[in-house]
């Protein structure tokens, strides 16, 4: 499948995936100490909805315009604030007419003993990112194929942080790709937190993924997972591997995915899953939530 991020920005899958890593970002800055997060596949950094590629789709209407929209409990809106913040920070007249992709969600975020390496190959995009982050001293755009990043850029010399790895789609085999590359940056940095991002469409294809997850030998492997419908021959839904993750992390997801689902959801087929893939701790492997 084609996942270029111009044509999805702000759809549901943005939403969830957006949602997860703020979490991600929240937690790493409960300590004083520096982090960086590296974004493998960054692109533009921000997407204008009224543009000829958000048109054609007009995904974001059914992602961030219907969390917009929603009225949510104290709970989930408290776990939600610091991504609806930095969508609004991106729309100060109120109107959502931007999109902010990761890089620019996690600058928001970021302290000033914060560090954001923003990667990307493609040259258009890449000269986006330059543009955006133009005289910014906590972010460093890098021209560059962002799985060579996974060997040539962990671990950071913080060593502390988190690795964004969120790639288009675009070719054969990213399934593999993604499984390997995770365990050769993995060898070189296990402390680190990753993330990884993984479009719902293919069911056998993310079986496969998540056998070879298992079968890496990396301890502490959580796959998150929303969808929106009933399969189809469409994305129907995304998931989020996180290695490492917080320990606070999986009780989050548990509140704030239901809540994401019963938001996004187009048919009862919607719904959402945690399940650990490796684990280090005593308990049972997953629990599904329907919507």
Request: glycine residues 8%; contains cysteine.
């Amino acid at each position: 499948m084609n996942y270029r991020h111009a044509y999805h920005a702000g759809n549901f899958a943005d939403v969830v995936k957006h949602v997860a890593l703020t979490r991600l970002v929240e937690y790493l800055k409960r300590k004083e100490k520096g982090f960086r997060v590296i974004d493998t596949h960054a692109g533009p950094g921000l997407y204008d909805l009224a543009s000829e590629a958000a048109r054609k789709t007009g995904e974001w209407r059914a992602g961030i315009g219907r969390l917009a929209a929603a009225v949510l409990d104290a709970g989930t809106q408290a776990r939600l604030q610091a991504y609806v913040d930095a969508v609004q920070a991106t729309n100060p007249d109120g109107e959502i007419a931007n999109y902010p992709g990761s890089p620019l969600i996690v600058r928001h975020l970021l302290r000033s003993q914060d560090r954001l390496s923003a990667i990307e190959l493609n040259p258009h995009d890449a000269s986006s990112l330059k543009s955006l982050f133009a005289g910014d001293h906590q972010v460093r755009v890098i021209r560059l194929d962002g799985w060579l990043a996974l060997g040539a850029h962990v671990p950071p010399k913080e060593k502390r942080g988190l690795v964004l790895i969120d790639p288009p789609f675009e070719e054969e085999g990213e399934f593999a790709r993604l499984a390997g590359r995770l365990q050769a940056a993995y060898r070189r940095w296990p402390g680190g937190i990753y993330a990884l991002w993984y479009p719902l469409k293919d069911r056998t294809a993310v079986a496969h993924f998540r056998k070879a997850l298992r079968a890496t030998g990396i301890p502490k492997i959580l796959d998150t997972c929303l969808s929106v419908r009933a399969p189809s021959s469409r994305l129907d839904g995304s998931g989020l591997v996180v290695v490492n993750p917080p320990f606070i992390f999986e009780n989050e997801m548990r509140l704030v995915l239901p809540a994401l689902v019963e938001v996004l959801a187009e048919d009862a087929g919607a719904g959402w899953t945690i399940e650990w893939l490796t684990a280090e701790r005593p308990g049972p492997g997953s629990l599904p939530g329907v919507a």
